[in-house]
């Protein structure tokens, strides 16, 4: 037995909508409070989810699991849940069955807050294809659910065939268009272009992704759908092979297939900036704190309860009640010194000393290096780890001898791999050591590249001090990493 809803959810979506269009899901939430009106239903929210699938899945955490689930991500379906669960809503009316779940997990989900509530929570759907009302609608339900996530995975089968299909023939997927080129996927758009090179520059410069994305977007530079860039997308899009001219199918280059479009970098610093991003010890908070200040994680506290007892005892940025910024040490409250003084003070003594003559001394030194010669050593390589692949599945090598094969010249690669990421490798003090106006150059930079060069130039030590009196440059301590 069910009741008449006073505050039913109405649900519409559509799986693919280009550019933002509404059209779709317009039309579904005209038609669907028409039909509450024939069915004497009283409407409470009408949750959209425009352009978004209900079978395509991405890996989530999950509370209960250590490590990430498949799951398919739809907020508007979770409110839904969420919301009949506790009472927000009383009911339920949907276009079609298919539009409001092709996954079991999320027709499970529905099914349980409607027979978990007393009377049972009226579930409908305009076609008729959506009941819940007895144990006949919810096997129904569950059949058909399985015959639609059914067909969406044979058509997802079909779609990946075909992509890789067009992938090894070297055509262009379609889709999106990639940042960096025009909408035929193939033409460079320079401006773009130019803000790819940059943020590689900067990376293998040691400046960290987050304050990459904050030069981004003080610039102004979105994203191709018009969006900020965020730490992750930076990320995907800049380790994307076709960054460095090259062909790929979920990810895996296809070495002997070659691209319809240019390098916006050589592969040689799109490895290197790569390796970089995919170091483990690179791993941040994700920009939840982004760094804003010159010392902050940076600058060592040099009380002698730190330095004698902590391996790493780096000071923070804060600021109190009256908007004073200090940094503090991390560990205890013995230590607090005016971030301002410090950091002016700071840059001055680093800029003085990549304004002398001798600061070119200050640069790594770098072996020549043939990078075309190692990347077609590379490229040679990974086609005989893929040729030992074929030679496996043939049956003309056994198993033990692939292991070993994909070893031996898997250590081959990562050694040419090594060193073209040195040879790639960008020194964060290309430009300013030996330059006479290095301090106005350092000035300009972003806090990511300045920190970059401090880090490189010195270590910053910060001394015990008399409390008040302002700021003291004797209590600051600068330690020089190569010639003093």
């Not at 009408?46 to 907020?75: C, H, M, W």
Request: a positive charge.
């Amino acid at each position: 037995m069910t009741t008449t809803p006073r505050a039913a959810y109405l649900y519409a979506r559509i799986s693919d909508a280009k550019n933002g269009d509404t059209t779709g899901v317009d039309d579904q939430e005209k038609r669907l409070r028409q039909h509450a009106d024939r069915l004497g239903w009283g409407v409470g929210t009408v949750i959209v989810e425009n352009d978004t699938s209900a079978f395509q899945r991405r890996k989530v955490y999950v509370p209960g699991y250590d490590r990430p689930q498949l799951r398919v991500v739809r907020p508007g379906w979770r409110t839904i849940i969420n919301g009949l669960a506790s009472g927000a809503a009383d009911g339920l009316l949907a276009l079609d069955l298919d539009r409001a779940c092709r996954d079991p997990r999320d027709l499970e989900d529905l099914i349980d807050v409607v027979e978990a509530a007393t009377p049972r929570l009226p579930v409908e759907s305009l076609t008729g294809s959506l009941r819940l009302a007895n144990d006949a609608d919810v096997t129904q339900a569950r059949v058909m659910v399985a015959i639609a996530n059914k067909a969406s995975r044979d058509t997802a089968r079909r779609v990946a065939a075909s992509k890789l299909r067009q992938a090894e023939a070297g055509k262009w997927q379609g889709g999106q268009r990639p940042f960096g080129f025009e909408p035929d996927g193939v033409t460079v758009r320079p401006a773009e272009a130019v803000e790819i090179v940059r943020a590689a520059e900067q990376i293998l410069a040691g400046v960290s992704l987050n304050a990459v994305v904050r030069g981004l977007r003080a610039r102004g530079v979105t994203t191709v759908s018009g969006r900020p860039w965020a730490r992750s997308t930076l990320n995907d899009m800049i380790v994307r092979p076709r960054i460095a001219g090259l062909m790929s199918y979920r990810g895996e280059v296809l070495e002997q297939v070659a691209a319809p479009w240019p390098a916006i970098l050589d592969r040689a610093r799109w490895e290197a900036v790569r390796a970089i991003l995919a170091d483990p010890a690179r791993v941040t908070n994700g920009g939840v704190n982004e760094v804003r200040w010159l010392g902050s994680g940076l600058f060592a506290c040099w009380h002698p309860d730190c330095r004698d007892r902590d391996p790493n005892p780096k000071v923070r940025a804060s600021i109190n009640g009256v908007g004073r910024r200090t940094y503090r040490c991390r560990r205890t409250a013995h230590l607090a010194r005016e971030i301002a003084g410090t950091d002016e003070w700071v840059l001055t003594v680093v800029a003085a000393r990549l304004e002398r003559r001798d600061a070119a001394g200050l640069l790594a030194p770098r072996a020549p290096v043939d990078t075309a010669a190692l990347s077609i050593e590379a490229n040679g390589i990974r086609a005989r780890i893929a040729e030992a692949g074929d030679l496996w599945e043939a049956g003309t090598i056994t198993g033990a001898e692939l292991t070993t094969r994909r070893r031996r010249l898997n250590a081959d690669l990562d050694s040419v791999t090594a060193t073209l990421n040195a040879a790639a490798g960008t020194d964060p003090l290309a430009g300013l050591a030996g330059n006479p106006d290095a301090g106005k150059v350092l000035g300009r930079l972003d806090i990511g590249r300045q920190r970059a060069v401090v880090d490189r130039v010195c270590v910053v030590r910060l001394l015990p001090a008399v409390r008040g009196g302002g700021f003291r440059r004797e209590s600051v301590q600068l330690v020089p990493r190569g010639p003093a």
